[in-house]
């Protein structure tokens, strides 16, 4: 079992920056692959980007040049550098932790304004 717990969402103006963080609690030499992920009212969930245990990155077209994934390996934790926010950003943002399974976070909301 892995605990996944998210953090810093929050309501910034458009052009703003957040950085949301992800700490796993278990070894991240013990994990494939760690993700950030998004859900806007009414759609469906999207990967934002992920990063590997060889640290391949991966983005979504909308976000490639505006959010950057990296990781701490020392705290067991990804972070998402989200710059230039745009309202459509907005959504409830989780990460995800892939070892042999899935596991997801709480969420964390992330509200753009205009």
């Known amino acids: 079992q892995v605990q996944v717990v998210e953090s810093g969402g929050g309501l910034v103006q458009a052009g703003g920056s957040l950085r949301l963080s992800c700490a796993a609690s278990?070894?991240?030499?013990?994990?494939?692959?760690m993700g950030w992920y998004r859900q806007a009212p009414g759609k469906q969930r999207e990967l934002v980007a992920d990063?590997?245990?060889?640290?391949?990155?991966n983005y979504a077209d909308s976000v490639k040049g505006r959010f950057i994934i990296s990781r701490d390996n020392a705290k067991n934790t990804v972070y998402l550098q989200m710059n230039s926010l745009k309202p459509e950003d907005t959504a409830v943002y989780y990460c995800?932790?892939?070892?042999?399974?899935?596991?997801w976070g709480q969420g964390t909301q992330v509200t753009v304004s205009s």
């Open positions: 990063i590997t245990s060889g640290g391949g990155t």
């Open positions: 278990k070894s991240m030499f013990s994990i494939n692959a």
């Open positions: 995800r932790v892939t070892t042999t399974r899935f596991y």
